[in-house]
């Protein structure tokens, strides 16, 4: 079965740049995640969805960064006004519900600003 | 800041013998997941265990979590080649804010 799956694979944009970035879950999965993970680095949490609520974006780390679910599916991640220091592997999770089940992550936006 | 720390940060072992890596964190959560992350494969969840568990088995993978200390650790037991990966624990906070939180990892080499 199809699962998570995230466009563009790969992204340059030069600094001042705004950047959008596709999460496609898993059908049926209620939650959504972003996570941002810098090169040897562990994914850092951004925000979080239950359907198209986003209950938790204590991660995002400016207002530059905005994220959407409108439908309660397909999610985007937008990067106002990309800085170098955005430059990173921004990876989507889903999974079936609530906090407690496993998260399936996609293969990553890599992103880099110059 | 790193809710979840793990310990060793690299570890090399020779294939057949087991891997432990440990993982310290700091506020109280709802659960602890660990997960793999290869190139091939990227990233893959492989054990959860619960606040008010201690152990839990999958295969030739062994968690434990003590929430006394904090802590918690994972097991490889006769480990292959392929399970050459970073290895990283998250956990799940009570609080908004304290979900998700991954550490930074632990590189494992499996050398044949």
């Known amino acids: 079965g199809a699962g998570v799956s995230q466009s563009p694979r790969y992204k340059v944009a030069k600094r001042g740049q705004d950047v959008a970035l596709r999460c496609d879950p898993i059908?049926?999965?209620?939650?959504l995640f972003w996570y941002q993970q810098a090169l040897g680095q562990g994914p850092e949490f951004l925000t979080y969805?239950?359907?198209?609520?986003?209950?938790?974006k204590s991660g995002l780390p400016s207002d530059r960064f905005f994220a959407e679910r409108p439908e309660g599916s397909v999610s985007t991640l937008k990067i106002q006004r990309t800085q170098q220091e955005d430059s990173a592997v921004y990876l989507c999770?889903?999974?079936?519900?609530?906090?407690?089940?496993?998260?399936?992550f996609g293969p990553g936006t890599r992103l880099t600003v110059l | 800041s790193q809710q979840g720390e793990e310990d060793p940060q690299a570890l090399s072992i020779q294939e057949g013998e087991n891997a432990t890596m440990n993982c310290s964190y700091k506020t109280s959560i709802n659960n602890l997941q660990w997960y793999r992350q290869n190139s091939g494969r990227g990233l893959v969840h492989l054990i959860l265990i619960r606040s008010n568990e201690r152990e839990k088995h999958s295969g030739r993978l062994r968690v434990t979590l003590d929430t006394s200390k904090k802590s918690s650790s994972l097991l490889i037991t006769a480990s292959r080649a392929a399970d050459t990966a970073s290895y990283f624990c998250?956990?799940?906070?009570?609080?908004?804010?304290?979900?998700?939180?991954f550490g930074p990892g632990t590189r494992l080499s499996v050398l044949p």
């Open positions: 999770a889903s999974s079936l519900g609530g906090t407690v089940h496993e998260q399936f």
């Open positions: 969805f239950q359907n198209e609520a986003q209950l938790d």
């Open positions: 998250a956990t799940e906070g009570r609080n908004y804010g304290q979900n998700f939180v």
């Open positions: 059908s049926g999965h209620v939650s």
